[in-house]
């Protein structure tokens, strides 16, 4: 290190400079340990609906109060489904090109992740309303979280899913105003990466419950 | 110098003064025949958990002489004496595969001691047994279905905050806080909870299943002796819990069978002016807002204990004040003073309980010592 | 003697960022309180959190001779029904949360990175906040206490009519008295309180995995590892896949208290037994998470006491990696007596046996470690010795509860008061207490008394077994838990006043330790950087360590650094140093926003219990409460990880190997580089 | 720093071929999904569905996690870690599946007025 620089650009290389005893990035490893933990937390959550499926076939303790099927908009679902996995290739171009130090294809891409991630966001708010309120005039009567299991687990399970979108996206939203910050170079590839591993791993939870939760009813 | 010796000496002194005392406490105050007692076993399933139990006992006992003698002798024959060298370096080894696999081999042996006896007791307690001998046709001799004769004497347990309802379905009885059974027979226990989680646990007979709600367990008991047994709730089930006790009365079969046709029959009329009054305020007061009494048309509440027979019980308040006097029989004025003082200050016997509330919250019943022991007098004709 | 003031020189080369990128002014350490309240140093942190939890500790003792003074009589009457019900749930919860788990995590932070030869932690900010929202969880806890007392004094009445403001639910609270209709705001409390000691948990967890994993000295491999950093590793593994459980637990208990979902609501299909599987996927983790750290500590005291290696050392790591895998499988240990069924209660009380294998492994390998030895009594050695001892026997009784059906009669009985206080005093806390002992030196530079430190030990231990052991008995003959009275005549009067004698002779014991833990702070006898002739690498390190901890980073050459440094034959064995260059030690800025964040959860949680209270416009405080703490995490994200540069004291080529009389200068400040 | 310089250049190659994988891995996953969307309204017996759907979620799981989030071109720690802990998660989803039946429900309790609460999230709604 010479002692002539004393850039910011140096000061930062140099807190980069992190002591690693694996060669993987401190941020990188902690990730990983939260999505690990992340899997538990998921994990629980769809046990306690399936658990609750397996109980009451219906949805409820008493038959009859509910249809699922007819309630279940599948094309709509399909189709956020589809952004989101599309969101998640969109996420992996933006981390490739910060690792090339391409920010104006950085930019281009998270912004394409923020926009389908808020589709994807839009799609279930949509789709809560719909639920909500059921359609009286075509037999399908409402799903609220009170008034059936299925309505707290759904739900509950769902919303979690959508907080871990919403909070993506706020985290890329930032990442992108601060790109035009300045401060913003290759050395800060680790951290888009991060943001990106857990966007994909908003992603997997989502191929889980769109399995586990949406396609299971049409059997 | 000499005062530390000195206070060294006594402190030798009063702790083998302390520990003798302690043994000489161990021998006089344990008796394993206590009313409650799990290591008195008097059924079959409490037999065999108390074998079981010993199984473990002496196994752990084993390693315990073993491992807290070794290292008791270890402690010992390494320790620093005053004249060794402080800098004295020892021996660094660090570890014996050889020694170590071989202790993993030995204690996987002694779990397997345990392991085996564990799994045969568990399918025992948890298989009802097909016992000819205990189906309800072979020994009850009053009226029955051909379904009810050819099953096992079943009760239903449901617990309350904070009290317990036995309830007969083949024999069309109910009764609460005391579960009356035939000696000898298998009885199939249906447990189910109203409101919280409870667990009934009658040591002398059976260990613990928990009554959950949403849940249907069950659990079978068989009691070997006659007698008077003392079981409680085992699971916190809110502020009272402590006084969430049930007593047990395990009879002969002519006794149960007497017992039956007894509390078969509908509480009798009042015919004295007194227990009439006493009638008339049980209605007045709104106590038949919660509680049965067949023979009564107004008593029809489900919210609380069933009185059909309430004066043939031998406790009240869910087992906290006894009714009987020495020879184990009830004592009558003593169950009037019971009855008295728990319908008068029954929230200071047992805080929190349910009497007196309604959805709302704490009813305000007046009542004058004059009324309530109009309503003791009818509810004592209820026996 | 050298004397080494390690005096940091400023270097000007290079410019810390001392504002943060939006233009804030960071805290640093010349500013007296503010500096502990934004300190990002592991040590001071785990002083923090020690200091906490013993508070906490001293708490939950109260409340326990209280529930002793209670029970010393049949038919007592210190407290009514309801106290008693909430004593002993805030000592549950208390001991649990806010004792022995802080008190392990004030040891994994002060310990634990100078064991690997780190200058910190990974995250030294997330660090912070793991302290941080301890604190708020646990001030969200017992401020309940104090809407209790207002509500006596007639300033506080909860519209929703339920008076227990306090929780009095169990530290399990097993739905459905959790619920609404069967409890009051006492469980909002607990279930907000419960939820951020949960986010401390996690941080702090996964700051301490990246930190093991990642920070380690050059030369220190995974299986040179100092026992107590193993333990410290498997700990948060276990910690960062147990808590998300009960953490979804107590979102959808506070779903159905707050938004009428029905997931433990059984008038609409919910099932109770369904909290009870969800908590104990936690709790029975939980229960390693409290042990395996003390199991750490004793297998650090042990050969230093001993001056040999710890015999089997990969068999002990593994054991607890054993252990700590296996304490996943075993949750429904704890719910033998809900019929589960015969198949289910079979496996689980298989798997809870095997658990008694890696365990047994422990104790006969610290058995195998003194055999041989030269075994000194100082203090931290009659605590480990007590340890060991009072551990196995809480093993025994764990084994006979995993005999199932044998559990039946124990379960929810005094027998296993007994059981888990044998585990959990006579294991964690005399443990903890060695430690204690063992480091505080190393923490103060002090050396606590010797003399109060064995009649310390003698009380605890005697107290301990005269107020516990009698405990077996009573469950046995009968005795259930969680009762606040019993009638005379079933046998238990003896051995309860007895308890009670035990609990207070214990509970003067732990007072004296901690009085002495006073006395030392303030005016201890100052001490060398070695006093035990330990082991392991903090041990290198002037007492009290500095702020950068290393001067030079070290090398390791095997497992028992330090002591292969002092005793090793060959020159091979000595620890060598990595000069640090001209640019010096890189130090993290301190900041304010773990502080304010976690000012946030406990608006958040505090304002939650309030609101379901009926307290006007609770609701939007705790929305502003989550807002702040938002927005403390992107001040936090942009004011970056900054930091400054320090200069080591240059000491001739190579530091000294033996520091071994250092007097901290009270003044001594850290110049920083500007 | 150089040795990081140094590394850059290859880095910039090594993503180009990223590149490629990460396209044709988004074909994969859509015409996966379209799949699964297919196979539900399919005439087969249920078990076979079940199972179908089952395994390709799993490859698309697997895809993501090993290709969008780098973990085929990282350490095999990272790997090893997130196993652990889907690991523990999945054999609790499944074991806390086999603890659950419907023969263990008590009915007795559920006492639910279907109409009123029709009409009541009905009102609520409009």
């Known amino acids: 290190m010479n002692s002539d620089i004393s850039s910011a650009a140096t000061v930062d290389a140099l807190h980069h400079e992190e002591h690693s005893s694996t060669g993987i990035e401190n941020k990188k490893l902690m990730m990983w340990l939260f999505l690990a933990s992340d899997c538990m937390f998921f994990g629980t959550l769809i046990t306690t609906h399936l658990i609750y499926r397996k109980l009451y076939p219906s949805g409820a303790a008493e038959e009859g109060i509910l249809n699922i099927k007819n309630t279940f908009n599948i094309e709509l679902t399909s189709f956020s489904t589809f952004i989101l996995l599309m969101s998640s290739f969109l996420m992996a171009l933006a981390v490739s090109a910060m690792h090339k130090g391409q920010l104006q294809s950085f930019r281009k891409n998270v912004l394409g992740v923020i926009f389908f991630g808020l589709i994807f966001l839009g799609c279930q708010v949509y789709e809560f309303t719909e639920f909500s309120m059921g359609n009286p005039t075509a037999g399908i009567p409402p799903l609220t979280l009170s008034n059936s299991i299925f309505g707290s687990t759904f739900y509950l399970m769902t919303g979690t899913h959508g907080t871990h979108v919403a909070i993506g996206v706020l985290w890329l939203v930032a990442m992108f105003f601060y790109s035009f910050s300045g401060r913003m170079n290759i050395h800060s590839a680790i951290d888009v990466e991060v943001a990106g591993l857990y966007w994909h791993f908003v992603d997997i939870v989502w191929i889980v419950i769109f399995t586990a939760v949406y396609l299971i009813e049409y059997i | ?383 | 003697m050298a004397v080494s003031t390690h005096a940091p020189v400023a270097d000007k080369r290079l410019l810390p960022p001392s504002k943060s990128l939006i233009g804030l002014i960071r805290p640093d350490t010349s500013t007296g309180l503010v500096d502990w309240l934004t300190t990002v140093d592991h040590k001071k942190i785990g002083i923090m959190y020690g200091g906490f939890a013993l508070f906490f500790f001293l708490l939950g003792g109260i409340e326990a001779l209280l529930i002793r003074l209670q029970l010393m009589y049949p038919g007592g009457t210190v407290v009514s029904a309801q106290t008693y019900n909430q004593l002993f749930t805030m000592h549950g919860t208390t001991m649990v949360f806010l004792a022995v788990m802080p008190l392990n995590a004030a040891f994994f932070n002060f310990v634990m990175p100078l064991q690997i030869g780190a200058r910190d932690v990974a995250f030294p900010r997330l660090n912070a906040l793991g302290l941080w929202a301890f604190v708020a969880g646990a001030l969200i806890l017992n401020l309940s206490w104090l809407f209790q007392w207002a509500q006596v004094f007639g300033w506080f009445t909860p519209v929703s009519g339920q008076m227990d403001i306090v929780p009095a639910i169990g530290w399990f609270g097993y739905a459905p008295i959790t619920g609404k209709n069967y409890s009051g705001i006492g469980t909002d409390f607990w279930i907000f309180g419960l939820q951020v000691l949960g986010v401390a948990s996690l941080v702090g967890s996964f700051n301490f995995i990246t930190t093991i994993i990642n920070m380690r000295a050059p030369g220190m491999t995974m299986m040179r590892l100092p026992l107590f950093t193993w333990m410290t590793l498997i700990t948060s593994f276990l910690i960062i896949f147990a808590f998300p459980a009960i953490t979804i637990a107590l979102v959808e208990l506070m779903f159905d208290r707050f938004f009428g979902t029905n997931f433990y609501h059984v008038e609409m299909g919910g099932q109770p037994i369904l909290w009870q599987h969800l908590f104990w996927i936690f709790g029975h983790p939980e229960v390693y998470i409290l042990i395996l750290p003390t199991m750490g500590i004793v297998s650090e005291i042990l050969p230093t006491f001993a001056r040999k290696p710890l015999f089997g050392y990969p068999m002990v790591v593994f054991s607890g990696a054993v252990i700590g895998f296996l304490g996943f499988a075993v949750w429904s240990h704890h719910m033998f007596t809900t019929g589960l069924g015969v198949v289910a209660t079979a496996a689980f009380s298989l798997l809870t046996m095997a658990i008694a294998v890696p365990t047994g492994v422990k104790i006969l390998n610290w058995i195998g470690t003194l055999w041989g030895g030269h075994i000194r009594f100082s203090v931290p050695m009659v605590f480990a010795l007590g340890f060991i001892w009072m551990f196995m026997m809480g093993g025994f009784s764990g084994i006979m509860h995993s005999a199932a059906p044998a559990d039946a009669q124990q379960q929810d009985s005094y027998f296993v008061v007994a059981h888990f206080h044998y585990v959990l005093i006579g294991g964690a806390l005399l443990a903890i207490l060695g430690g204690l002992y063992f480091w505080v030196p190393k923490i103060f530079g002090r050396m606590m008394s010797e003399k109060v430190g064995y009649i310390a030990a003698s009380a605890i231990i005697i107290g301990f077994n005269v107020a516990f052991f009698p405990m077996h008995y009573l469950g046995l003959t009968g005795m259930p838990r969680r009762t606040h009275t019993y009638l005379a005549g079933f046998g238990w009067e003896t051995w309860n006043f007895v308890a009670t004698i035990g609990a207070f002779v214990l509970g003067i014991g732990v007072l004296m330790v901690i009085i002495d833990l006073i006395r030392t702070v303030a005016s201890g006898k100052p001490c060398g950087s070695d006093p035990w002739d330990a082991r392991t690498l903090e041990w290198s390190l002037p007492s009290p360590v500095p702020a950068y901890n290393f001067a030079h980073n070290p090398v390791i050459p095997g497992r028992d650094a330090w002591w292969l440094h002092k005793y090793g034959k060959k020159p091979e064995q000595e620890i060598e140093y990595e000069k640090t260059g001209p640019e010096g030690i890189h130090m993290p800025s301190q900041s304010w926003w773990p502080l304010v964040s976690s000012v946030g959860l406990l608006v958040v949680g505090v304002a939650m219990a309030l609101h379901s209270a009926g307290v006007p416009y609770c609701g939007y405080v705790a929305i502003g409460g989550l807002g702040l703490s938002v927005v403390s995490f992107f001040l936090w994200a942009l004011e970056g990880p900054g930091g400054y540069h320090l200069t080591p004291p240059d000491d001739g080529d190579e530091p000294q190997k033996v520091l071994a009389s250092y007097t901290p200068e009270p003044s001594q400040k850290l110049e920083l580089t500007h | ?126």
């Open chain 4, 1 to 126: 720093m150089n040795a990081h310089a140094l590394s850059l250049e290859s880095l910039i190659k090594e993503e180009a071929k990223r590149y490629h994988a990460f396209i044709n891995l988004a074909f994969i996953l859509a015409i996966l999904t379209s799949t699964e969307i297919v196979i539900i309204f399919l005439p087969f017996a249920s078990w076979l569905i079940v199972t179908s759907l089952v395994v390709l979620s799993l490859v698309k799981f697997f895809c993501v996690i090993l290709w969008f989030m780098h973990l085929i071109y990282d350490r095999i720690l990272l790997f090893l870690l997130f196993m652990s802990g889907l690991l523990i998660a999945v054999g609790t989803v499944i074991a806390l599946m086999f603890l659950f039946s419907p023969n263990d429900l008590d009915r007795s309790l559920f006492s639910f007025n279907t109409l009123s609460m029709f009409f009541n999230s009905f009102c609520f709604v409009a």
């Open chain 2, 1 to 383: 110098m000499m005062l530390v010796s000195t206070l060294k000496r006594c402190f030798v002194r009063a702790f083998l003064a302390g520990l003798s005392f302690f043994l000489l406490l161990c021998v006089s105050g344990c008796s394993f025949k206590t009313k409650q007692s799990s290591l008195d076993p008097k059924g079959p399933i409490a037999l065999a958990q108390y074998d079981l139990f010993m199984v473990t006992v002496w196994v752990t006992l084993f390693i315990f002489v073993t491992v807290g003698g070794a290292l008791l002798w270890v402690v010992w024959r390494f320790r620093q004496r005053p004249d060794d060298d402080d800098d004295h370096m020892p021996n660094q080894s660090h570890g014996n595969p050889l020694v170590e696999v071989g202790l993993i081999v030995a204690s996987i042996l002694l779990l397997v001691i345990i392991a085996v006896p564990t799994l045969r007791v568990l399918v025992y307690t948890f298989e009802l047994p097909e016992d000819e001998g205990s189906k309800l046709g072979q020994w009850y001799q009053g009226p029955l279905t051909e379904e009810d004769a050819e099953t096992i004497l079943t009760v239903n347990v449901m617990g309350y905050q904070w009290w317990w309802a036995f309830e007969y379905p083949q024999l069309g009885i109910t009764t609460a806080n005391e579960l009356v059974i035939p000696e000898g027979k298998v009885v199939k226990l249906n447990l189910r909870s109203a409101d919280v989680i409870h667990s009934f646990w009658l040591p002398k007979i059976a260990g613990k299943v928990d009554l959950i709600p949403g849940r249907a367990n069950w659990m079978w008991i068989k009691a070997d002796e006659p007698g008077h047994y003392y079981g409680q709730c085992a699971e916190f089930c809110g502020s009272a819990h402590a006084y969430m006790l049930f007593r047990s009365d395990v009879l002969s079969h002519r006794d149960f069978e007497a017992w039956v046709e007894y509390q078969k029959k509908d509480a009798p009329e009042a015919l004295e002016v007194s227990v009439a009054a006493g009638e008339r305020l049980f209605a007045e007061k709104t106590c038949i807002q919660c509680h049965t009494i067949r023979g009564n048309q107004y008593a029809m509440g489900i919210k609380g204990p069933d009185l059909t027979h309430v004066a043939s019980r031998k406790s009240l308040a869910a087992g906290i004040m006894d009714n009987r006097g020495v020879d184990g029989r009830i004592d009558r004025l003593k169950q009037r003073e019971n009855l008295f003082e728990w319908i008068k200050n029954s929230q200071h016997i047992k805080p929190g309980n349910l009497m007196y509330h309604d959805d709302a919250g704490l009813k305000t019943v007046p009542l004058s010592d004059d009324d309530v022991h109009k309503i003791v007098a009818y509810l004592q004709t209820l026996n």
